[in-house]
């Protein structure tokens, strides 16, 4: 009883896989006022699935510390976005539902997580140090695979588009595996920050906070696939509802896309401002740039190989407004992330950033 009391979230997402299935004709047949309704509350069975992913992948980095607690987080993260985007898009064509979604993630990750965090936390305890190395090691990499993968392939000619996205998959799992590899040998340290004797009594709330969430790993850990395994489902019959409840409603077509990025980044989203509000902005760092880098270069390699495996190509490239927005949105944090602390007003800056990026949508641009 204990214990379904404390999975209740994922008692109700597994309540609304059950029912998604036995109703989702009947959502289908209703028309779009019915199909509406049905994605709304499916939306929400999964983000309470992901809050209890969030919360086991909190518990195993609560085991295994820095850098690794985040790389679960993110990957986490990573994983339910690549399973939803991977069903939607076996469902109806949608060109640019994947880079959409890609740009979506690293706005709302970059701006809008990181950015609330820093003005949150900047409000409550002034200036949050973290280790400077982490911020410009994120930053470089980011670039670097947003550039390759999808500012570079407006200029690839059509008829090369396979060798082309065969060598973004070999660069990106390349890039990975090189900075997996420093990230927990020799340079492990660039993720984390010792706070000292004066921030004691964060550390000890710290503590008592990793007791709070303290759980068998082994339960954490398939509790956590469980949770993305329901998702997974219920994403099957949301890309369904969704498709009939938004047609012809003249919403931006950057909806869809959102709204899957708010999904995968909700396990990261309370997290992060927990974090801020104790002090330890480190933490903040890693899961709103580590987020980031991992939607881009994980995500891409299977985007671009399930566009090989059907023999058909994604468009990855950015367009115009997208690019000037990741390039002033990079700017901003390699100029805010470069002396080991951030501020409300770092934070504001990027919360201004993350507006424009939703009210260009809202103008379909």
Known sequence: MRLLKQE???????????????????ALAGGQSAALIASVLIIIAILLASLRVAHHAEVLAEKFGEPYGTMI????????????????????????????????????DINGILGLAAILGGLKHGEQPYNVDSGNTYLVMILTAMGISMVVPEFIPQGKWQVYSIFTIVVMVLMYGMFLRLQTGKHSYFFSYKYGSRRHGTEQQHEEDGEEAHGDVRASASLLVAGI??????????????????????????????IVAVISASPEILTALRSALANRMQGVVNIALGASLSTVILTVPVIEGLALLRGEPIYMALSPTQTVMMLLTLLAAAINLHDGETNAIEGLTHFVLFATFLMLAALGM
């Open 8 to 26: 209740s979230f994922l008692l109700i997402a597994v309540l609304a896989t059950v029912t998604a299935y036995v109703f989702e004709h009947v």
């Open 229 to 258: 395994v329901l998702i997974g489902a219920l994403a099957e019959v949301m890309s369904k509802t969704l498709d009939v409840g938004l047609a012809g409603t003249g919403v931006p077509p950057i909806t869809a896309a959102l």
């Open 73 to 108: 987080l993110t990957l986490s993260a990573v994983l339910v976005e690549v399973v939803i985007l991977a069903i939607m898009t076996s469902h109806a064509p949608a060109p640019t539902l994947m880079r959409d979604t890609v740009y979506s993630a690293v706005m709302l």
